[in-house]
Structures are given as structure tokens and as C-alpha cells.
């Protein structure tokens, strides 16, 4: 099986070490642009936008990305209780035309309440599983052209649908991670990709087996990712030096506090990654050649496989054989470490890269008259 390997876009904190503003780079416009084309000429996937309040705007960046891109696919934020499930088909829609095809789009709940209060989002863990499950149901109906009632407890529309549609059919594929056994439900009855942080390969196995069963049972297959960091050379030493030195800057008050600030978080996911590590920076190497140095001040993917490119390869297959198809990585610097990725890593996989997308016809449309398109005058013979 070929597998389709993804790069990140650090629409902040990106640098030389973890932890500190030493070798902390400014991220602006020129230089996403520079780590998107690299990605796109190296043959990565996609790229996954992050979200959240310490980020760029997901939807802009990739929509500023798309003219200065040829096959690159950009995995950008849905958002559930903050912005309409109508609404956001119709943003679906629009950048799934604007890119000929090469939108993806991430479904995510949230887990920080203080953030999710700054949003206008006031419920629990259970309450937000519930509405982006409702949010869900509309948006996917919408997209594949569907006009739809629903009357949730959360989400309540009434002829809901879609002038124009996405390139892709029936709809752009929704992917979507969570951990919990609501998450887990949610991905078995609605999500085409279900994306797991990078545990080790056993609990991986686990998990994927949990959401297959559901999924089975409601008569659906769902297509697996994970999300890693990366750091490869050419010899495992010298991978193993740079681990050590990313976080060469990191000391126990800074550790303490990042993890005071992590485990204010109800996501379930988030603290299977806080114990992997316990936020100690001894026996980081939680599975063969599987570190957690990353988990200690970051949130989110907290583990990076760490070797030469036959290694990490090696490591990516154990993966594969559980079911995993694509493989979402990163590494500090970005820009650096996307090229190590291309020239130390792609040549000891079985790579699936995308081919640059051909345009897609666009049907012409009259001025639409009273929410509707013009009638089309017919001549008479």
C-alpha cells in the first residue's frame, strides 16, 4: 500500500528548540510560502492548517496559498459552535472550487474551556461531541447537494443547502481525531478519516480496531491517519543528538508549567499524550525509537520518531500494517526539516504523490433571481 505522507504548517511557534524564544523564527506570509511550495515540489500530500487562537486563520492561509501551489491539499478546520454548518459548506464549497479540488477539511471540537469560552462556546465534553455531531448530519447533506431540515438540540436549520457545487464528489473528505467514546462514535458514523496522535504502535492498534467496530456496525469503513513529528538523519546518532538538542533549552519550571497549562484540557487524547511522558524528561523513548520530548511543552502531537531514513521508514511500516495510510509529520524548523523529510526519508517509502490536478469544468450560471438561478431562455424551432 502507498502511502500518502503530509506536512505542517506552523502558522506559529516554529524555531530552532522547543520551549523557548531562542532560535524562535518570525513566521510571516513569505515564509508559509516558502515551506508550501518546498512541500508541494518535494511530493508531501497536504499540508494541516492549525486552529485555534494562537494561530493564523486556517481558511486564509490556505485560501492565500492556493494560486503559488500546484497539487498541494490543504487540510483546514471545521468548527462546530462557532460558525454555522450552512455556512461553512458554502466556505467549503468555495475553497474546494477556488483550489481545483484540493481542500480537505478537519473537524475539531476543542478541548480547552477557557478558549472555547473566548469563542462562545460554553458547553462539556459530552454536550460539544453532541453538537458537532448535529453540525455534521447538516454540513455533509448540504455539501452533497441536499436541501435539508434538521432540528437538533443544538443545530436547527430549515431549507439549508448549496448553490454551487464543490469540485469534489459527493463532498470533500472530513477528517477528524478525538479519542473519547463519544469522539470515537462520531467518527464511526460520519468521518471518512479518522486521525490518531502518534502513541505507541500497540495502542494505536487498539484504538483503530475500537473505531472499526463502530463503524462496522453501522454498516461504514473509515480510512486511518496519524499525526507525528519527525526528526531524521543520516545516522541514528545523529538523530538521537538532534532530539536532545530541541529541547537542549527546556528546564523543569518551564516542563511544570507547560503541563499545569495542558491539563486544564477535558480532551481525552491530550492526556494519553501527557502520560506518555508523566512531564519528565527521563525514559522519553516510549516505544522503539518513538520519543515524547515534543509533549513535554507542546500540546497536541507530543511524539516524534527519531532515527535515519531506513529506521523511520521501518517504524512508518509497523504503522501501515495496522491500517494507517497517511502519515501527517512535522519538525522544527519546518522549511529545514520538510527537505531532510524529502531527501533522507521519501526514498525508502512506497510514496503515494499526488498528481497536479487537471481544471475542472465550471458550469456557467445566470444571475440568480429571488435566491434562485434565471431561468435559461430556450429557443423554439
Given amino acids: 500500500m502507498s502511502l500518502s505522507v503530509f506536512w505542517f504548517l506552523p502558522t506559529h511557534g516554529d524555531g530552532q528548540y522547543l520551549g523557548t524564544n531562542q532560535g524562535a523564527r518570525p513566521v510571516d506570509y513569505t515564509y508559509l510560502q516558502q515551506i508550501a511550495q518546498a512541500a508541494d515540489r ?147 458514523e460520519q468521518v471518512d478519516v479518522y486521525l490518531t496522535w502518534g502513541e505507541p504502535p500497540a495502542q494505536v492498534k487498539e484504538k483503530i480496531a475500537q473505531v472499526q467496530a463502530k463503524a462496522a456496525a453501522l454498516g461504514r469503513k473509515v480510512r486511518f491517519g496519524i499525526r507525528l513529528h519527525v526528526i531524521v538523519r543520516e545516522t541514528n546518532e545523529e538523530a538521537w543528538q538532534a532530539a536532545d538538542r530541541l529541547i537542549s533549552h527546556l528546564d523543569d519550571d518551564t516542563i511544570a508549567k507547560a503541563q499545569a497549562a495542558l491539563a486544564r484540557t477535558d480532551s481525552v487524547g491530550q492526556q494519553r499524550m501527557a502520560a506518555l511522558h508523566g512531564g519528565k524528561r527521563d525514559n522519553l523513548e516510549i516505544a522503539p525509537n518513538l520519543w515524547a520530548g515534543v509533549g513535554l511543552v507542546r500540546g497536541g502531537a507530543g511524539t516524534a520518531l527519531v532515527g535515519d531514513g531506513p529506521t523511520v521508514a521501518a517504524r512508518m511500516q509497523e504503522y501501515a500494517n495496522l491500517g494507517i495510510e497517511t502519515f501527517i509529520l512535522s519538525g522544527y524548523p519546518h522549511l529545514e526539516e520538510a527537505y531532510r523529510v524529502g531527501e533522507l526519508l521519501f526514498p525508502h517509502l512506497d510514496l503515494a504523490i499526488p498528481e497536479v490536478p487537471q481544471p475542472a469544468k465550471i458550469h456557467a450560471h445566470g444571475e440568480h433571481v429571488a435566491h434562485d438561478f434565471a431561468p435559461q431562455k430556450v429557443s423554439q424551432s
Fill in 42 to 188: 518535494l511530493g508531501f500530500g497536504g499540508v494541516l492548517i492549525p486552529t485555534g487562537r494562537s494561530c493564523e486563520d486556517a481558511w486564509l492561509v490556505a485560501a492565500s496559498l492556493i494560486p503559488v501551489t500546484q497539487r498541494l491539499r490543504f487540510l483546514v478546520a471545521l468548527r462546530p459552535g462557532v460558525t454555522s454548518p450552512t455556512h461553512a459548506a458554502r466556505q467549503a464549497a468555495t475553497l474546494d472550487r477556488l483550489s481545483n479540488g484540493r481542500a480537505l477539511f478537519n473537524l475539531v471540537t476543542g478541548g480547552d474551556a477557557e478558549e472555547l469560552a473566548g469563542d462562545g462556546v460554553f458547553l462539556d465534553h459530552r454536550e460539544r461531541y453532541a453538537e458537532s455531531a448535529e453540525f455534521t448530519r447538516v454540513w455533509r447533506r448540504v455539501l452533497e447537494g441536499e436541501t435539508v431540515d434538521y432540528e437538533g438540540q443544538h443545530v436547527n436549520v430549515r431549507g439549508a443547502r448549496l448553490m454551487f457545487k464543490p469540485v469534489q464528489q459527493p463532498r470533500p473528505p472530513l477528517w477528524f481525531g478525538g479519542s473519547s467514546e463519544v469522539a470515537q462514535d462520531l467518527a464511526a
